[in-house]
C-alpha cells in the first residue's frame, strides 16, 4: 500500500519542535548536514533523513533507528545548516524517547549499553577509565577476547592503565547527575 | 510643457541603463548616462556566453552602442560617479565626478534611473568552502574570465579535469547569507558548465544543486541541452565541506537522490554566490529618496514597475538579480515611465 500522505500524525512533531526550538518547516533537505556529518556512514537513516521522518510522523522507524545513536553530538550540522536547525538538540530527544523501547535490535542495545556503561564510569568516579569500559562492555556483550592484544600493547606503552583515579571533588560531577536523576539510569 | 525636451540622467551603463538611455535619448529627450567604469556595457562585458542561445554578449552590446552614437542627445561620462545629488522640486541637482581626473561638473536632470546592478556575496562567509584560502576556489564571475581566455584559445594546457559547481552560496541561507533565492544562478551556472564542457569535453563537470530553476522562454531546454547533450553532471545535494585533497579539492555532500554521503574529486570550485545589492546603490538610494526591500534592492512603488520614488526609477540588477535580456527589458520599461512622466510634466 502506498504512504498516506493525507493521514499523517502530526503530535509527536509538534511535541519534539516544541520541546527542540526547531522549526522543521524551514528545511530545505540539502543535505548539507549529511555531507558533512562525521559518522553519517555508519547510520541507517541520515540526518536529513531523519527529519523527514519526523515530518512524515514515522515515530517507529524513529525510535528503533541507530542514527540518534550513532550521532556524536559535533554539531557540524547546525554550523552548515543554512536554516538554523539544532539537529543533535534533535537527536537528544529521539535517545531520550527511544529509552522507553526495550529492544532496539542488537546493534542499537549495545550502542545504549555503552552509554550506560560510559555514564555509570562518570558517576562512580567523576571520570572515564578507558581500561576499566572497554573490559565491562566486551564481558557484558560478550566479546571475551575483543581487544585483548591492543589492550597489551597499549598498556606496554602507558597509553591506559590498569588503575582508574577520582577526580578530587566527586560530588561536584555527581551533582550534574542529581538536577537530572532520570538520567541517572541512562 | 508638453512637446518640450527634458533631460534625464541615467546612472550605470550596462544593459539595463543602456536599454533605458537609448529609448529616452530616441523619444526626444537629453540624456546623461553615467558610468564609474572606463567601458559601457556592465556585467555583459564580463560574460563568456549568452543563453538560451550561445552568442558572444558583445554582439547585442555592440549593437546598442552603436544606437547610442546616433543620438546626440545622450552624453555619456565613463569613469564618472554621482559626489552629490540635490532633489530640487522639479528634478535632480547633481554633481557628477570624474573619478580619473577628479573633475567634477554640475548637472541638472528632471528625473533619474538608477542602474547601477548587483554585487556578489562574500563567500568567505563560507569558511567550510575554503574562499579565499584555497586557490582552487573561486565564485562564478572570476570563472567566467578563465572561460572568456579559453574560449579565445588562451592558457588552455592550464585547464582543469574536473570542476564542481555549488550553487546557493549565500542564497537561501537563513543563517549565513540570505533567504531569497538570486535567481540567475541557476542560468548562469548551467551555462559556464555547458561551455566548459563545450571547451573540454573529455572533463567531468558536476553541479551540486538544491532545486535547478528554469523558469523562463527556451530555459528548460537550455538546462537540459547542457545535462544531456554536454553531458554535465548535475547532483541533488548541497556541499557541506571543500578540503584540499592531496594537490586537488575534494567536495563532499549528500547526493539527497540517492540519500547517501558522497564525495567527489576535483580540480576546481566554482561557487554561485548570492547577488546583493551594491553599497553605492544604497546611498544613491538614499540621496534620491528611492523605495529599496530590506536587503536594500530597489523596490517599486504606487504600483509602477521601475518607479522608486517621486522621480526616480530603476532597472536591472539594483532591483533584484536578473539575466540580460531582463536588464533589458526593465531598462525599456523604466524609460516608457520616464517618458511618460515627462509628457505629463
Not at chain 2, 21 to 36: D, P, R, S, T, Y
Not at chain 2, 170 to 186: F, V
Not at chain 2, 266 to 289: I, N
Amino acid at each position: 500500500m502506498s504512504f498516506q500522505v493525507g493521514s499523517i500524525d502530526r503530535t509527536f512533531r509538534d511535541e519534539l519542535e516544541m520541546a527542540c526550538n526547531v522549526d522543521l518547516d524551514q528545511c530545505w533537505e540539502c543535505g548539507k548536514c549529511t555531507g558533512g556529518c562525521t559518522t553519517a556512514h555508519n547510520m541507517d537513516y541520515t540526518p536529513r533523513k531523519i527529519i523527514q521522518l519526523i515530518r512524515i510522523g514515522a515515530v517507529k522507524t524513529l525510535m528503533s533507528c541507530n542514527t540518534p545513536w550513532v550521532c556524536v553530538s559535533c554539531r557540524l550540522c547546525v554550523d552548515r545548516c543554512p536554516a538554523g536547525i539544532d539537529i543533535p538538540r534533535i537527536m537528544d530527544y529521539l535517545r531520550e524517547k527511544s529509552l522507553a523501547i526495550k529492544d532496539h535490535g542488537p546493534g542499537v542495545d549495545d550502542i545504549i549499553l555503552f552509554h550506560k556503561l560510559l555514564l555509570e564510569e562518570v558517576y562512580k568516579r567523576g571520570r572515564v577509565s578507558e581500561t576499566a569500559l572497554a573490559l565491562k562492555f566486551n564481558m557484558q556483550t560478550g566479546q571475551y577476547f575483543k581487544d585483548a592484544g591492543l589492550g597489551q600493547k597499549l598498556l606496554r606503552k602507558g597509553k591506559i592503565s590498569p588503575f582508574s583515579s577520582k577526580v578530587r571533588d566527586l560530588n561536584k560531577v555527581r551533582s550534574f547527575f542529581k538536577q537530572e536523576p532520570d538520567r541517572r539510569e541512562v | 510643457m508638453k512637446g518640450k525636451a527634458r533631460k534625464a540622467l541615467v546612472v550605470g551603463g550596462g544593459m539595463a541603463g543602456l536599454e533605458a538611455a537609448l529609448k529616452i535619448g530616441q523619444a526626444g529627450h537629453e540624456v546623461i548616462l553615467v558610468e564609474k567604469e572606463a567601458n559601457l556595457g556592465g556585467t555583459a562585458l564580463l560574460l563568456s556566453s549568452t543563453f538560451p542561445k550561445w552568442q558572444d554578449p558583445l554582439e547585442k552590446l555592440n549593437l546598442k552602442l552603436e544606437q547610442l552614437k546616433k543620438l546626440p542627445a545622450v552624453e555619456v561620462y565613463t569613469n564618472t560617479e554621482i559626489s552629490s545629488c540635490t532633489p530640487n522640486g522639479s528634478g535632480y541637482s547633481l554633481t557628477l565626478r570624474n573619478n580619473l581626473t577628479g573633475e567634477e561638473t554640475g548637472v541638472e536632470a528632471q528625473a533619474a534611473v538608477l542602474a547601477t546592478g548587483f554585487d556578489y556575496f562574500d563567500a568567505r562567509k563560507y569558511g567550510e568552502y575554503g574562499y579565499g584560502t584555497y586557490p582552487g576556489v573561486m565564485i562564478s564571475i572570476e570563472f567566467e574570465e578563465m572561460l572568456r581566455e579559453w574560449k579565445k584559445g588562451l592558457k588552455r594546457e592550464k585547464a582543469p579535469g574536473a570542476v564542481a559547481f555549488i550553487k546557493c552560496v549565500g542564497s537561501r541561507d537563513r543563517i549565513k547569507g540570505y533567504p531569497y533565492c538570486s535567481k540567475i544562478c541557476c542560468m548562469y551556472t548551467a551555462r559556464q558548465a555547458g561551455m566548459f564542457k563545450e571547451l573540454f569535453p573529455q572533463a567531468s563537470c558536476y553541479i551540486f544543486y538544491m532545486d535547478y530553476r528554469a523558469a523562463g522562454k527556451d530555459y528548460e531546454e537550455f538546462v537540459r541541452s547542457v545535462m544531456e547533450e554536454k553531458e554535465v553532471r548535475y547532483v541533488r545535494g548541497r556541499p557541506a565541506k571543500v578540503l584540499p585533497y592531496g594537490g586537488k579539492l575534494m567536495v563532499r555532500s549528500e547526493d539527497t537522490l540517492m540519500g547517501v554521503p558522497i564525495e567527489v574529486e576535483v580540480d576546481l570550485v566554482v561557487l554561485a554566490a548570492a547577488a546583493v545589492p551594491k553599497k553605492e546603490t544604497l546611498e544613491l538610494a538614499k540621496s534620491f529618496a528611492a523605495a529599496t526591500n530590506q536587503h536594500g534592492f530597489l523596490e517599486p512603488v504606487d504600483g509602477f514597475t521601475a518607479k522608486a520614488g517621486t522621480r526616480v526609477f530603476f532597472a536591472g540588477g539594483c532591483g533584484f538579480p536578473t539575466d540580460s535580456a531582463g536588464a533589458q527589458q526593465q531598462g525599456a520599461a523604466a524609460a516608457a515611465e520616464v517618458i511618460a512622466l515627462f509628457n505629463q510634466d
